[in-house]
């Protein structure tokens, strides 16, 4: 496993734009398969983005698509969220995982490293 810890996260109106980051501690943390996931009051925790060991691959959910951008920097263990045309229905917690299958596989319960997660908050 490894060490993540997120941050970014704030209070915004529609149509801003945040940049999520995720610091991963740990000698391997290049070679994890990194994800974004969020979580809103009352609801399951679901995908947002997800990035392979090299960033040659990112996947998204469909409701993000076009809107966010995930990528990744091994050199310094980071991974970020950019986060444009926030939407109110974007509002969750948003939590920073991690794999080391590069296989992509992106349900929570395939992550074995979990962030403390960081609140988002978009105003209408």
């Known amino acids: 496993q490894v060490q993540l810890v997120e941050s970014g996260g704030g209070l915004v109106q529609a149509g801003d734009s945040l940049r999520l980051s995720c610091a991963a501690s740990g000698r391997t943390a290049s070679t994890y398969f990194m994800g974004w996931f969020r979580q809103a009051p009352g609801k399951e925790r679901e995908f947002v983005a997800a990035?392979?060991?090299?960033?040659?691959?990112?996947y998204y959910a469909d409701p993000v698509k076009g809107r966010f951008t995930i990528s990744r920097d091994n050199a310094k263990n980071t991974v970020h969220l950019q986060m444009n045309s926030l939407k109110p229905e974007d509002t969750a917690v948003y939590y920073c995982a991690a794999k080391p299958s590069n296989r992509g596989e992106v349900l929570p319960e395939m992550f074995d490293s979990w962030g403390q997660g960081t609140q988002v908050t978009v105003s209408s």
């Open positions: 990035i392979t060991w090299s960033g040659s691959i990112a």
